[in-house]
């Protein structure tokens, strides 16, 4: 039996592993190069939309999506972390691009960057087995690795330097000789 478990968890992680190679292919060849020709608040947008669908993490509350063996303590934990998370994305958003907006999502940053360190801590400290997640095995396996590899493009993007706004000598047609 607890050859079958251990099994278990290595296809589990390898399926974490492979989804973290296969998003991070995708963000460095296709992600990446679009938000690097837009402005800091252009390329935090799309970024803050999808950190918005978070709330899908309440899934982990929802008796049948997961098995009735699933840790309460590891399901709360995840589920009330990602709808903060949720939150703090929409609200990012709606301040965009203000300076408030800026800080709000650096407060997202590191709360569902947190978050996520989090959920994999309280998993192993609960003991969660892979089936124990039920349906949500592929939020564990396929989202949540996109989360993560999202989460790293934002903190890039809020740590670039932003160019300074030059005076540009303005000519005003009353100014002009002659």
């Known amino acids: 039996m607890k050859f079958v478990v251990q099994q278990q968890m290595i296809w589990f ?14 963000s ?25 669908f978070r709330f899908v993490g309440l899934a982990m509350l929802v008796p049948g999506f997961v098995s009735p063996d699933l840790p309460s303590s590891f399901a709360h934990r995840a589920a009330y972390g990602d709808i903060l998370a949720a939150i703090l ?10 300076a408030a907006g800026i800080a709000t999502t650096w407060v997202f940053s590191l709360w569902g960057f947190a978050d996520l360190l989090n959920a ?19 939020l564990s396996t396929l989202v949540v690795p996109l989360l993560f590899i999202t989460h790293v493009l934002a903190f890039r ?7 300074q706004p030059t005076m540009q000598p303005t000519e005003h047609p009353a100014s002009l000789p002659g």
Request: aromatic share 12%.
């Open 13 to 26: 992680f390898m399926s974490i592993a492979f989804s973290l190679i296969a998003w991070g292919i995708v």
């Open 28 to 52: 460095a060849r296709y992600i990446w190069p679009g938000l690097c020709a837009r402005s800091r608040v252009e390329a935090l947008r799309p970024l803050l939309v999808l950190h918005s």
């Open 89 to 98: 994305a929409l609200l990012s958003l709606v301040l965009l691009p203000s």
């Open 120 to 138: 994999f801590y309280q998993a192993n400290r609960a003991g969660l087995l892979a089936g124990q997640l039920g349906a949500a095995y592929f």
């Open 157 to 163: 993007i809020l740590l670039q330097q932003q160019p």
